[in-house]
DNA sequence: TTCTTCATGTAAATAGTTACATGATTCT
DNA sequence: AGAATCATGTAACTATTTACATGAAGAA
């Protein structure tokens, strides 16, 4: 079984979530995975493209008027593949966050400026989830 | 003023706390920062060249016998620069976290299996809170 | 003597971003 | 007519991981 990117598994379950074609996959994980995991173009037709190899999503040509247009919908056995990758229990899922770097630094500062960073993390999650309440 | 790489602040920070080798910066990164921010020593030997050539480390020798060995220890500018970035409100700081991608595609999942993956993640949670007391 | 740790590095591969090119359709 | 949106893609660059090479020093 070919081990998918991070990337990948996020494409994946967006179009397990409903068919749709790469740009849909752009401007919907642009206001949705994006604040955890992003995909920009050039991951996400390449990727379209090895997961339709792989069997794990399929392709029709959809057009819109002239417009060339290619809507991808989860196989069986994408749909398998997304089930197992949400219910494994074992591996170690990556996580960067240069907010907590930053906090772990803190001894580098005065007593007074470690609130302004701890407040500065405050605000930036509730415009962030300000935000995402908006575009959701 | 050079931007720097999450990566290459991570590496600037560790040096920030105490002057370092790079293979100090591996070992150190491994048991702390990796949580949240991790660094290979194909990132970490090329970083530490960068930073000194911009001047924010300097480099002297300090070699054990016959071990050729490079401590690298912080300048004015690069404190400057740290300070600078734990203390910036503005920009946007990089996540990437694979857990909360998986809790997105909950809807992918019966409602029994939803409980499980919210299990994993809680376990997971538990086992690096764990992890990380032992090795601090 | 053999294993582990200290120590520095690179080559090759994979992952991911940015910026651009192209053109039809729809909205103002 | 002009701007925004729909739609697909690539080239070049930057970031990151993996796996290897090398060898001294110290511990078992």
Do not use: H, N
């Amino acid at each position: 079984m070919s081990t998918l990117t991070p990337t990948a598994r996020a494409i994946l379950g967006l179009v397990a979530l409903e068919a749709r074609t790469g740009y849909d996959i752009k401007r919907i994980s642009d206001s949705s995975t994006r604040f955890f995991w992003g995909a920009s173009y050039g991951q996400i037709y390449p990727e379209l493209r090895r997961l339709e190899k792989a069997g794990l999503v399929e392709a029709r040509d959809e057009p819109r008027g002239r417009v060339r247009r290619r809507v991808y919908s989860i196989t069986p056995a994408g749909q398998q593949a997304v089930r197992e990758w949400l219910l494994d229990a074992e591996t170690a899922f990556e996580i960067r966050d240069e907010g907590l770097l930053r906090l772990f630094f803190r001894d580098l500062l005065e007593q007074d400026e470690v609130l302004d960073l701890v407040r500065s993390r405050r605000t930036w999650f509730e415009l962030t989830a300000a935000y995402f309440r908006e575009i959701c």
